[in-house]
């Protein structure tokens, strides 16, 4: 993938730990370096900043994947722009990677940061927002497609926000977009992501109540939307803000569970119940191109048309012909 589709954060550093460009020329009387070095994930210094219960249960869950010799888990947050894609990602390494404040432009391009802890490596990438308007953002489509190039992925994370009241139609269209350009094996390795989880219902049902009502909401429409009534779904509950509740062990909590570990573990178990996601660039990138829609129809439908149609409407005009000459020669011979 080209530089212009793709881009990695800062710290996705080359295997000898140098940055990721090349010596200026003129330096030690040194000409630049043709060739771009390689490049490979860092050590994962955020890990060593959260709270010990957090490290032990980060670690402890992505052992189950270093048992079945798995050493490198790679997830995707897909989502529209403004639900705490960004957000969640920094939370997750502990790092700044992504931006993630309201004020800056959202990033164009998806953005790979990569960690090694334990000798393990968690991938994950941030993607641009998939709606534009009220429509489907073509230029995000574009952007997961760079992203998903030559890559396997364990598990998607589609992110909305708990405190949002509804699925809409714009909703329904980036449901539908993803399994026509990407296949419905997406949706077979993704779990719902909801941000701004610490929230108070407005109707003052319980928090549970209130939160399986969200998740069913959505999942019937995913479901209804892609006919597929077997998806499971399975989801995590997300709280990026400063003020979130923290437990005894300095852990953030949602409704006293630590969050974060909770959604690596779902992460984690849809990792281990399913093969990775492989995107197949040829097939989806003709689907992602308009002007190839239906052209599969096209030589059906100019053979049809030149021995089936053809000779059908040719067929009739000579027979529509042959019957007005003969009601002409029956109306001369009756005036004779």
């Known amino acids: 993938m080209s530089e212009e ?61 270093r048992e079945r010799n798995v050493n490198e888990m790679t997830v995707i947050f897909i989502g529209k722009q403004g639900v705490g894609k960004s957000s969640t990602v920094n939370t997750l390494l502990n790092e700044r990677v992504a931006p993630s404040s309201p004020f800056q432009p959202e990033n164009v391009r998806p953005l790979l940061a990569g960690r090694v802890a334990a000798g393990f490596t968690l991938n994950v990438l941030d993607t641009p927002g998939l709606l534009e308007g009220d429509s489907v953002s073509a230029r995000g489509l574009m952007a997961l497609r760079a992203a998903l190039n030559g890559r396997k992925v364990d598990a998607f994370v589609f992110t909305d926000r708990l405190d949002t009241w509804r699925v809409d139609n714009a909703d329904k269209a980036i449901f539908t977009s993803l399994a026509e350009n990407f296949g419905a094996e997406l949706w077979e390795r993704t779990v719902l992501g909801f941000s701004h ?20 909401q959505y999942r019937k429409a995913i479901r209804s939307t892609l006919n597929m009534p077997n998806l499971a779904l399975p989801f995590a509950l997300i709280e990026n803000g400063s003020r979130c509740k923290t437990n005894g062990n300095g852990e953030k909590v949602v409704n006293d569970r630590p969050w974060l570990s909770d959604m690596v573990s779902t992460m984690v178990e849809m990792a281990c119940s399913k093969d990775g996601y492989e995107y197949d660039h040829g097939k989806a990138g003709k689907k992602l191109d308009p002007n190839n829609k239906h052209k599969i129809w096209i030589l059906p439908l100019f053979l049809f048309q030149a021995f089936v149609l053809r000779p059908l409407v040719i067929g009739q005009i000579r027979r529509d012909i042959k019957k007005a000459d003969e009601k002409k020669q029956r109306a001369a011979a009756a005036k004779h």
């Open 5 to 65: 589709e793709y881009s990695e954060d800062e710290d996705y550093v080359s295997s000898e730990g140098e940055g990721v460009e090349g010596t200026e020329e003129g330096g030690e009387g040194q000409p630049a370096q043709a060739a771009a070095p390689v490049l490979g994930p860092k050590e994962w210094v955020g890990l060593s900043s959260m709270p010990a219960a957090t490290q032990s249960a980060l670690l402890e869950t992505l052992g189950k994947l």
């Open 197 to 216: 989880a610490q929230t108070t219902p407005t109707d003052g049902r319980p928090y549970e109540e209130f939160v399986n009502a969200r998740v069913e």
